[in-house]
Structures are given as C-alpha cells and as structure tokens.
C-alpha cells in the first residue's frame, strides 16, 4: 500500500506563488507515474500535472502551461508541483496520486492511491 500525503496548500493574492509538496514511501517516484489533480466546487476533478517514474516526460494542462512545474525532490522523497502565478481560477483541492506502471496521464482514471488533498485558495 502507498501512502502519499500533500501538503502546502494555503491563501494566496493572484501574482504569488505556492509549492506543494506530495510525500511518498520509499522510492515510489521511480516506480510510480506521479500526478496532480485538483477539484473546485462543483466541478469535475482535472488533471494539472503529472510526470512520469523518475522524472521523465513531464505533462500540463494548458490552463497551467508555462505557470506551473513538476519535479522531484529524490532527497526529500517528494514530487512537487511549482505553482507561479496564481490565478482566483486555481482555486481548488489539489491532490496527488500515483498509478502503477512508469507512465502518467492527466485524465483521473486508472490512478492506483490517491492522497487526501490541500486546499488552495487564490483571492484578494
């Protein structure tokens, strides 16, 4: 069973920036695809981010294109997602989750373990 735990989620003004940070056990980001999703109120769950089993091919939404990045932190054994200018429509829960096999997509299925989210809000 993998156990992944985001964090770093918090209240933000648009223009500024947010890291999250998703924890993992062992060396699940060189044997899992990694990704992130998040959810607003009343809308479906999206794909933002992912990044493939050791930190190839990295992927985005065109929504997050050229603001947000992906990386993995193999010292602290975290996959992060690099959040730059922030925008109120990024308000949501964001959450990781990995998927058996090295690959990662952005639609949410087929996603094995899933953490319980961070809450990010962007407001002035």
């Known amino acids: 069973q993998l156990q992944l735990v985001e964090s770093g989620g918090g209240v933000v003004q648009p223009g500024r920036t947010l890291r999250l940070s998703c924890v993992g056990i062992g060396n699940a980001f060189d044997v899992y695809g990694i990704s992130w999703f998040r959810q607003a109120p009343g809308k479906e769950r999206e794909g933002v981010s992912c990044i493939s089993a050791g930190g190839a091919a990295p992927a985005f939404a065109a929504s997050v294109k050229g603001r947000f990045f992906i990386f993995i932190d193999k010292a602290k054994n975290t996959v992060n997602l690099q959040m730059d200018s922030l925008e109120p429509e990024d308000t949501a829960t964001y959450y990781c989750?990995?998927?058996?096999?090295?690959?990662?997509?952005?639609?949410?299925?087929?996603?094995?373990?899933w953490g319980q989210g961070t809450q990010v809000t962007v407001s002035s």
């Open positions: 989750a990995a998927r058996r096999g090295t690959s990662c997509h952005l639609p949410p299925v087929g996603y094995n373990y």
